[in-house]
């Protein structure tokens, strides 16, 4: 019986082990392969991304505590994170430097990956300040 090529279905001839009819079928094929992969990391990706900038505008906006639907709302997905921690023991969970901790049923407290976290949302916050500086500061020069 003679073997079918995996992407057009020509016969293969040849030996045994050959999977593909020739060289631009068995590139062909893998070409597919790795961009199925590449689709796999981009969606991730975006999915992982997305949760960082939901965090991070909350966080931006003095917000630290929201409930599990705000967060949906926002786009977040509870399956996607970078890394795990536990902290006075409790679970906190990572979208990059961003965190969150399930605080009771329904909220949650959002953190910075930070030893001193007070004074990294001092800083987060300190950044919404120097855009109005700047704005006033060009509207004055205008
Ligand atoms: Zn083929």
């Known amino acids: ?29 893998h070409n597919r392969v790795q961009s199925i992969s590449n689709n796999f990391v981009r969606r991730t990706d975006a999915i992982l991304k997305r949760n960082r900038r939901t965090l991070k505008k909350f966080l931006t906006l003095g917000i630290d505590r929201v409930s599990r639907q705000d967060l949906i709302a926002n786009g977040f997905c509870f399956k996607h994170f970078t890394s795990k921690e536990k902290q006075m023991e409790k679970k906190v969970f990572f979208c990059y430097e961003f965190g969150y901790a399930s605080c009771d049923a329904e909220n949650y407290l959002l953190s910075h990956h930070s030893a001193n976290r007070k004074d990294q949302l001092r800083k987060i916050e300190e950044k919404p300040l120097i855009y109005l500086e700047n704005m006033k500061k060009r509207q004055g020069n205008a």
């Not at 016969?11 to 009819?21: E, L």
Request: proline share 3%; hydrophobic share 30%.
């Open 1 to 29: 019986m003679t073997k079918k090529c995996k992407v057009c279905s020509a016969p293969v001839i040849g030996r045994t082990d050959k999977k593909f009819c020739s060289i631009y079928c068995k590139s062909a094929y």
